[in-house]
Each structure stands twice: as structure tokens, then as C-alpha cells.
């Protein structure tokens, strides 16, 4: 009997089937075990690989996470992939650009899982995916060579596609979950990757395009944060709570302190309060 779809390798083929983007994907290198995805494709940047170059892997022996975090990235379950971007946009547009990729790809995730599952996760500012508390997926971009003819965007994506809970580590099986813990069922990776792909070129495109209003208005209404009690936690341990108000022009989000003082936020890590 044929393997179902939801339990296959990853392989060009079945990626290559399933795909419908014009340049995401169109260059693909599906390994079997590497360090990290990221790293991978950093080199391959420095190679000159072309745009929309992207790196998947069935596991990664040093995945990593942002904040120099670890990620957990058991064979052969969950998606792990690295796309390179090259798209870029006029000189003073570069930096709005380049804080905007993180939350376009959170967003594109968190679609893809909803185009595939019919899950709907949210996005905690600026790029974890979530459903409910629990976080699915994550993203770590990197890059380089910026202000040159070279320079590239790696975007880096993890998403906990097929592992039961008793299969994460003790530490995250409260924090984390899986597509399959979620929806009650395997989810084809190929498919979701596909998918995946197809929104991330759609929505680079409309941004670069000019298209801000629409990108911000798409990613508040998949924001989890916006409205909520949050403690930002700054360096050296320290903290700041308030109330998650808006997600500015720029992609940061303003937080209203408790005595009503706005702050904007532009990188860190966000705790969801009550
Ligand atoms: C986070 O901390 O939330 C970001 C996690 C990003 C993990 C992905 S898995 C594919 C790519 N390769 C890596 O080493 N990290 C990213």
C-alpha cells in the first residue's frame, strides 16, 4: 500500500508538484540532515545563489532560533526550510523593507497552515505562530551584504508539522505544539511548503509594490498581540508591561505603558499576559 502523502520523505518531486510560485522555490536543495537551513543558505548567498533560492532539510542538527536560541528539529516531521530573497527595494525604502520580511512571513505562515489545515494561527509580534498559547512555528531572517549588489535576505522558517506532544522535549511540551496535535490529523509537508512558498512571493511582491496599508492590514487581523497585556523583556533581565496598542508604519509595535506613555518596540521578546 502507498505511503500517505502526510507521512512521505521530503523530495524535489513532490515539492516541485506541488509548487505555483514564479521564483520561490524554483531553485530548491532538499537534504537529508544539515547543520541548520539558515546556514546553509547564508553560504549558498555568498555563492550567488539566485532569488528564491530555498534550502529544506528532513532535520537539522544545530537548528537555530532567534536570541540564540536553539530549535528543536527532529527527522523526518516537521518543515524546515531557508528562502533566499534578493528583491530590493530603493535605498531609503531598504530598512522599512528589511523589518517588514519577519512579520510578511509570519503572516504567509500562518495563511499557509490555514490554506492546508483550515487551523487558523495567530501571529504573536513580530513572528512567532501560534494557536491559542502554544507556539507552531517560528522565524529567524539574517542578512547580508546590504547597501551592495549582492544583498540577500535568508528567511528562515520552522514549523511543528507532525510530532506528537510526548515527542517534544519535556521542557517545550507545554509551550510548543504541532499542525497534527492541532488539527487531529498528518499534514502533507510538500503541500504546506508549497503553499507556503505561493503566499510569501505574493505578499514580498505586494509589499514591495507599495502595498503597505494592505500587508499591515492583513497582519492585524492574524496579530494575537495588538490589545492584549504584554511584558516586553529588555536586556540584563529587566521588563517593561503595558498594553500591546498598534502595530506602527514601520512594523514596531507601541506599547502604552501604564501611565499611558507610548513606547515603540522594534526587536524582542513579547510575553503575552493574562
Ligand atoms: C524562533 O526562535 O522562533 C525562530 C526559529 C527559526 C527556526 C528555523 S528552522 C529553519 C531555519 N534554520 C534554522 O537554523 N533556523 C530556522
Known amino acids: 500500500m502507498a505511503t500517505p502523502a502526510a507521512f512521505q520523505p521530503l523530495n524535489a518531486q513532490n515539492i516541485q508538484r506541488a509548487l505555483s510560485t514564479k521564483t520561490l522555490g524554483r531553485t530548491l536543495h532538499v537534504l537529508e540532515e544539515v547543520a541548520s537551513t539558515n546556514t546553509a543558505a547564508v553560504a549558498l548567498a555568498q555563492d550567488r545563489a539566485p ?3 530555498v534550502v529544506v532539510a528532513e532535520s537539522q542538527a544545530a537548528g537555530r532560533g532567534r536570541l540564540g536560541r536553539h530549535w528543536h528539529s527532529p527527522s523526518g516531521k516537521n518543515l524546515y526550510c531557508s528562502i533566499l530573497l534578493r528583491t530590493m527595494p ?10 517588514w520580511i ?3 512571513a509570519a503572516l504567509a505562515v500562518s495563511r499557509a497552515v490555514q490554506a492546508t489545515t483550515e487551523l487558523k494561527p495567530s501571529v504573536k509580534w513580530p513572528n512567532d505562530i501560534l494557536t491559542g498559547n502554544r507556539k507552531l512555528g517560528g522565524i529567524l531572517c539574517e542578512s547580508g551584504g546590504i547597501g551592495t549588489a549582492h544583498a540577500s535576505v535568508i528567511v528562515g522558517i520552522g514549523v511543528n508539522v507532525n510530532v506528537r506532544r510526548d515527542e517534544f522535549p519535556e521542557e517545550l511540551r507545554e509551550i510548543a505544539t504541532s499542525v497534527m496535535i492541532e488539527a487531529g490529523l498528518p499534514c502533507d509537508r510538500a503541500a504546506l ?4 512558498l505561493v503566499e510569501l512571493e505574493t505578499r514580498c511582491e505586494s509589499f514591495l509594490a507599495g502595498n503597505h496599508g494592505d500587508i499591515l492590514e492583513e497582519y492585524l487581523l492574524r496579530c494575537s498581540t495588538v490589545g492584549r497585556r504584554v511584558r516586553i523583556e529588555l536586556a540584563h533581565g529587566e521588563h517593561m508591561d503595558g498594553k500591546a496598542d498598534s502595530i506602527q508604519a514601520d512594523g514596531s509595535l507601541r506599547i502604552l505603558r501604564d501611565d499611558r506613555t507610548p513606547v515603540d518596540i522594534r526587536a524582542g521578546d513579547v510575553i503575552h499576559l493574562r
Request: glycine share 4%.
Open 193 to 196: 511548503l508549497a503553499t507556503l
Open 102 to 104: 519577519p512579520l510578511i
Open 90 to 99: 530603493d535605498r531609503e525604502q531598504q530598512p522599512l523593507w528589511l523589518s
Open 51 to 53: 532569488h528564491g533560492t
